[in-house]
């Protein structure tokens, strides 16, 4: 049985579609391990997934004060050997690596030792590690068109199995139930600009033209949101988290949202319209390439969040609520769009890479 090594770590948003393609390559038969940094959130996760995990000391090598800087190219020197030495036990057919802390070293390790190694970006701006890596990898694949240019493969982003089986928006009858169906997502840790001007916006509606809200305010903001419904006069279901999440996208008309890498995917792949509210404080302005996305074709609107108003935002969903014809094409151009296979393309991928090194 072959090995594949797996590289990811930091945040959900590497290690999630990570996991996604771990999955998908072990019911093609392949052994997975898996290669993260010692304290990162994938110590946890990763091993309560069932995969093998191997560490590497290594933490960010950006950032910080002079002491950091001053040993970052020694961290960076023994995370090298450590993971060296790992390629040399392990002996992985391939390495795919989705970024983190331990995918640098993991990635020029496969290099030197001649390991075939695949890349995945899940944004629309390349992070720092693959960005670096890219012109040496021996595939390069991509969630959204325009990340990279040249020589690289659009794949997506995983999702989940239970939004890919969900059906078209066509067959979900959107708009079609009376009362306009909003889903708002700020993300786990919620947004504060989407849990107080949502409110106030649908306050300034008509009751005939008021929305079904179901709001995901986010870790320990829900008392705060359900409060500014309840003083706006509203009716709204406020929830911390969304438990299924297959159910609010199929229940929804319209999602306004941010725009991280996974949601940007599973908007697509489950064929609905948003709003998106890309977070505005990322150096690279990485959410509004993502969106950008959706929004060339048509699928979705961009709002930046200086812009975002109880007023404007009112206009549009009374817009919306007279015109929903536009929302159902919207939603059928974001399905279009979608790519539910995505895990199984990236297997495609490794299958291909092993079979032109056995010819």
């Not at 990763?46 to 560490?55: E, M, N, Q, S, Y």
């Not at 079904?212 to 419904?229: L, M, P």
Request: aromatic fraction near 6%; hydrophobic fraction near 45%.
């Amino acid at each position: 049985m072959k090995r594949i090594l797996i590289m990811a770590g930091g945040t959900g948003g590497h290690i999630f579609p990570a996991m996604a393609v771990a999955e998908a390559l072990q019911d093609a038969g392949y052994q997975v391990s898996w290669l993260g940094a010692r304290r990162g959130m994938e110590s946890d996760l990763v091993p309560r997934a069932g995969f093998d995990l191997h560490t590497l000391g290594v933490t960010a090598w950006q950032g910080g004060g002079l002491l950091r800087k001053l040993i970052a190219p020694f961290n960076l020197a023994r995370a090298l050997l450590q993971a060296l030495g790992l390629l040399g036990r392990l002996k992985p057919a391939a390495v795919i690596g989705f970024g983190g802390y331990a995918s640098a070293p993991g990635g020029v390790a496969a290099l030197l030792r001649g390991v075939p190694l695949i890349l995945h970006e899940q944004n629309g701006v390349p992070g720092l590690t693959n960005a670096r890596l890219a012109k040496r990898a021996t595939r390069l694949l991509q969630a959204f068109p325009r990340t990279f240019v040249g020589d690289v493969e659009v794949v997506g982003n995983p999702v989940r199995a239970a939004l890919t089986a969900l059906p078209s928006p066509a067959e979900r009858g959107l708009g079609g139930h009376g009362r306009l169906r909003v889903l708002v997502m700020g993300g786990s840790q919620g947004a504060q600009a989407l849990n107080e001007t949502v409110p106030a916006a649908v306050a300034q509606l008509s009751t005939a033209q008021q929305p079904e809200i179901w709001h995901q305010a986010g870790r320990a903001k829900a008392d705060d949101t359900v409060a500014a419904y309840r003083a706006a006069g509203v009716d709204a279901s406020v929830v911390e988290f969304v438990d299924d999440m297959a159910k609010a996208y199929g229940w929804a008309d319209l999602v306004i949202c941010r725009s991280g890498a996974s949601t940007v995917s599973e908007l697509a792949a489950v064929g609905v319209y948003s709003l998106l509210v890309p977070y505005p404080w990322h150096k690279d302005r990485q959410q509004y390439r993502n969106a950008q996305w959706l929004v060339d074709e048509q699928a979705a609107e961009l709002c930046d969040q200086a812009d975002l108003t109880a007023e404007s935002l009112s206009e549009r969903l009374r817009y919306w609520h007279n015109h929903r014809d536009e929302l159902k094409a919207g939603a059928q151009q974001s399905w279009r769009l979608g790519i539910r296979d995505s895990a199984r393309r990236v297997v495609r991928v490794v299958d291909e890479i092993l079979v032109e090194q056995a010819a």
